[in-house]
Antibody, heavy 125, light 106 residues
Framework: QVQLQESGPGLVKPSQTLSLTCTVSGASISSGGFYWSWIRQPPGKALEWIAYIFYTGTTYYNPSLRSRLSMSVDTSKNQFSLKMTSVTAADTAVYYC?????????????????WGQGAMVTVSS | DIQLTQSPSSVSASVGDSVTITCRASQNIIDYLAWYQQRPGRAPYLLISATSTLQSGVPSRFSGSGSGRAFTLTISGLQPEDFATYYC?????????FGQGTKVEI
C-alpha cells in the first residue's frame, strides 16, 4: 500500500531554514493522479495546510506562509521536499506529508487520503 | 480564507452512544468537505470525503451529511477505538482549511 515517510532535522534554530523530505513508497509521484502536500500541527492545536506540489513542479503555497516557502519534487527518488526560511518558535509543530488533493477535471480538488507518521520540528536556540 | 467552526469542542459519551459533530463554514462550500479522525500521537485518518463518501475500510457507523455551509459527522454506536479527535476540512478553495477539532471523550 501507499506509504509516506517524513525525514529531516528535529531541531532548528530561530531565523534558520527548516528542511523536510517526504519519501513515497507503493505509488509513483509521477503517475499524475494526485498532488502532494505538507500539513502541520502545532502542539495541542489544529491542522494547517501548508502547500502542495504536482509531479510537474507546479506548486501552490498557503498565502499566510508563501514568502517563506519553497517546495520541490524529485521524481527519480519518488520524493518531495519543503523548505521554510526564517523560522520562529511559532513554526514548532508536527509536520505531515500527505497525498492529496487528487487531480480533478478542473485541477486539484479533494481530501488527503494517505498521511506520513509526522515529523516533530522544534524551533529553539 | 474559509473558516470552519466545529461544535462542540469536546463531548463526553459512552460506548454504544451516538454522537453528532457539526462543522459550519464561513461561506458556501457546496459539498467539498472531508472528515478525519486523529488518535493521540497519530496522523489524521481520512474517514469521509465529499461530505458523505465513506472511505474504504471505514466502518459504516460513521456517516456524514450536509451541504452549503452546515455539515455533520455522526458516529452511531461508539466503539472504544472511536474515542479520538475529529477534524473537518474544506476542499472548496485554497488555502484548504481545517476546523479546530472535536474531542470525543469517554
Amino acid at each position: 500500500q501507499v506509504q509516506l515517510q517524513e525525514s529531516g532535522p528535529g531541531l532548528v534554530k530561530p531565523s534558520q531554514t527548516l528542511s523536510l523530505t517526504c519519501t513515497v513508497s507503493g505509488a509513483s509521484i509521477s503517475s499524475g493522479g494526485f498532488y502532494w502536500s505538507w500539513i502541520r500541527q502545532p502542539p495541542g492545536k489544529a491542522l494547517e495546510w501548508i502547500a502542495y506540489i504536482f509531479y510537474t513542479g507546479t506548486t501552490y503555497y498557503n498565502p499566510s506562509l508563501r514568502s517563506r516557502l519553497s517546495m520541490s519534487v524529485d521524481t527519480s527518488k519518488n520524493q518531495f521536499s519543503l523548505k521554510m526560511t526564517s523560522v520562529t518558535a511559532a513554526d514548532t509543530a508536527v509536520y505531515y506529508c500527505a497525498r492529496g488533493p487528487p487531480l480533478d477535471t478542473s485541477g486539484p480538488s479533494g481530501a488527503f487520503d494517505v498521511w506520513g507518521q509526522g515529523a516533530m520540528v522544534t524551533v529553539s536556540s | 480564507d474559509i473558516q470552519l467552526t466545529q461544535s462542540p469542542s469536546s463531548v463526553s459519551a459512552s460506548v454504544g452512544d451516538s454522537v453528532t459533530i457539526t462543522c459550519r463554514a464561513s461561506q458556501n462550500i457546496i459539498d467539498y468537505l472531508a472528515w478525519y479522525q486523529q488518535r493521540p500521537g497519530r496522523a489524521p485518518y481520512l474517514l469521509i470525503s465529499a461530505t458523505s463518501t465513506l472511505q474504504s475500510g471505514v466502518p459504516s457507523r460513521f456517516s456524514g451529511s450536509g451541504s452549503g455551509r452546515a455539515f455533520t459527522l455522526t458516529i452511531s454506536g461508539l466503539q472504544p477505538e472511536d474515542f479520538a479527535t475529529y477534524y473537518c476540512q474544506q476542499a472548496d478553495s485554497f488555502p484548504y482549511t481545517f476546523g479546530q477539532g472535536t474531542k470525543v471523550e469517554i
